[in-house]
């Protein structure tokens, strides 16, 4: 497969003018290669609109290539691959690990959320499928080809693929591609999502090779964080503050890595003496496997050396006195008539699925419920909609009053800031012939383009939906 008289040439098929649903296709006079393949999130109806329907044919790609195991980089490969794609799937060993849990966990989630949703909507009549089960999951899975860092691979002829740490979460990649175009190779970058300079649990992105082309994400392309050192005075408040009024917080939180660095901060504040000891229990199967899934990882060389090292002091950073790991459906459910204060860690991190959706129903609606943000929240889910202060939303279909109080901390987030983003580009020693700003919502990523351009950066598009660039 290839693109027409030997021309290169790239289409961006999701994340483009928004965060999710990344899939961007490179043609070039060889091969075509998918990079990534990510679940569109947001409003039901877009949902199932840009998630049921390839805009190309499923079988057309050559090969998967996959910057990291977050849904909306990999959620619809079970879908890809029921649909007729079976070529390689290429990605890290740490994201092959990750993607066992998170496509099967999604395809449970698919299947349960559709079932929950007829049940509701019994007497109106509306039905939904599930966008795929766990036979699709296992299709895709069987798919993987695990590479090593650095390791150059070969997904079909004429292309040439490496895989740098990315810094991001466990696993994650950029990946860069080498081709032939028509006047010459030619080398891509595609940034996947990039790490911050600074984050709790990773190692620092690679500094970049140089490229020709630079597809570059700018979720937060026109801001900067909070360092990731005030993160445990902020939750040593939080906890002082909930002994005192009994409250139930609860943390809606990626099952990877959001969940990881949380349970990470609390089992650092048990040695502060001056903090309360509160319960925390991290309600969500996935986090729980995945979790074992960084431990078996701790010594590889994905993590930061100051985390190593206090993994090595510490013994178990993801185990403490009070926290639980909850698995059971029933132990679960056990938690709505526990007394706080109270901490519940649970996924999906955006409010769109899974159990935290069923403690949000149950407790959103009582003033001593905190519902704590603690990572990105995408246009039009209800993680957003909580976090933009609407006092009404819909939780499986039926209306719920918001009496809790929404808090956001910013500090986690495992995303390049402006700096980072600008630190990261300026480490090219030339500058690119293009950059492709992806990933990221209108606001974020033309506030990137204009940083860009005031340090004489240019090229710089900002592709649309469905859009495609000749690669010269
Ligand atoms: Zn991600």
Same mark, same amino acid.
């Given at each position: ?138 299709? +895709?899975?069987? &798919?993987? #080809?695990?590479?090593?860092? $650095? ?5 079909? *002829?004429? %292309?040439?693929? =490496? ?72 939750? +040593?408040?939080? &906890?002082? #503050?909930?002994?005192?009024? $009994? ?5 809606? *939180?990626? %099952?990877?890595? =959001? ?75 056990? &938690? ?137």
């Amino acid at each position: 497969m290839a693109a027409p008289g030997g021309t290169a040439r790239i289409t961006f098929h999701g994340a483009a003018g928004e965060v999710t649903g990344s899939r961007h296709l490179l043609e070039t006079a060889g091969s075509a290669l998918l990079l990534d393949c990510g679940l569109f999130q947001g409003r039901r109806a877009e949902a199932l609109l840009k998630n049921r329907n390839f805009p190309f044919p499923p079988a057309y790609p050559d090969a998967v290539l996959l910057s990291h195991a977050h849904i909306d980089h990999c959620g619809l490969l079970p879908r890809l691959a029921g649909d007729g794609f079976a070529g390689p799937v290429i990605a890290t060993r740490e994201t092959a690990d990750l993607l066992s849990i998170m496509l099967m966990d999604s395809a449970r989630l698919q299947e349960a959320d559709a079932k929950f949703f007829n049940k509701i909507h019994a007497a109106d009549g509306e039905t939904i499928e599930p966008l795929y089960g766990e036979k699709e999951a296992e299709q +895709a899975l069987a &798919l993987l #080809r695990p590479c090593e860092p $650095g390791e150059v691979v070969s997904p079909a *002829a004429g %292309a040439r693929a =490496r895989f740098l740490n990315a810094g991001h979460v466990l696993g994650s990649s950029m990946i860069q591609v080498d081709f032939d175009g028509p006047s010459g190779p030619r080398r891509l970058l595609y940034t996947g999502d990039l790490g911050r300079r600074e984050v709790p649990l990773m190692r620092p992105p690679e500094p970049p090779p140089d490229v020709d082309y630079l597809v570059m994400e700018s979720t937060y392309g026109g801001r900067t964080h909070e360092p990731a050192a005030g993160i445990d005075s902020r939750l +040593a408040d939080l &906890l002082r #503050r909930a002994e005192k009024t $009994g409250a139930r917080i609860i943390i809606p *939180a990626f %099952a990877l890595e =959001r969940s990881q660095e949380i349970i990470v901060a609390f089992d650092r504040l048990r040695n502060d003496p001056s903090v309360p000891r509160i319960p925390v229990y991290v309600d969500s199967p996935m986090a729980v496997n995945i979790t074992e899934v960084f431990k078996k990882h701790l010594s590889g060389h994905a993590f930061d050396r100051d985390f190593k090292a206090y993994a090595g002091r510490d013994g178990d950073p993801f185990g403490f006195d009070f926290i639980k790991y909850v698995r059971s459906k029933e132990e679960s459910q056990a &938690l709505n008539d526990k007394p706080g204060p109270m901490i519940i860690i649970s996924a999906s991190g955006m409010c769109e699925g899974g159990r935290v959706l069923h403690h949000l129903r149950n407790h959103i609606g009582q003033e001593n419920t905190v519902i704590l943000m603690v990572g990105y929240q995408a246009a039009g889910t209800l993680g957003r909609r909580l976090q933009d202060g609407q006092k009404k939303v819909r939780i499986f279909g039926l209306e719920h009053e918001v009496a809790a109080s929404v808090e956001t901390m910013p500090h986690f987030s495992s995303h390049a800031d402006r700096d980072d983003i600008l630190a990261f580009v300026k480490g090219l020693e030339r500058r690119p012939r293009k950059i492709f700003l992806v990933h990221g919502e209108d606001s974020q990523r033309d506030a990137l383009a204009e940083a860009l351009a005031a340090e004489g950066y240019g090229g710089i598009e900002k592709p649309g939906l469905g859009e495609t660039f000749v690669l010269d």
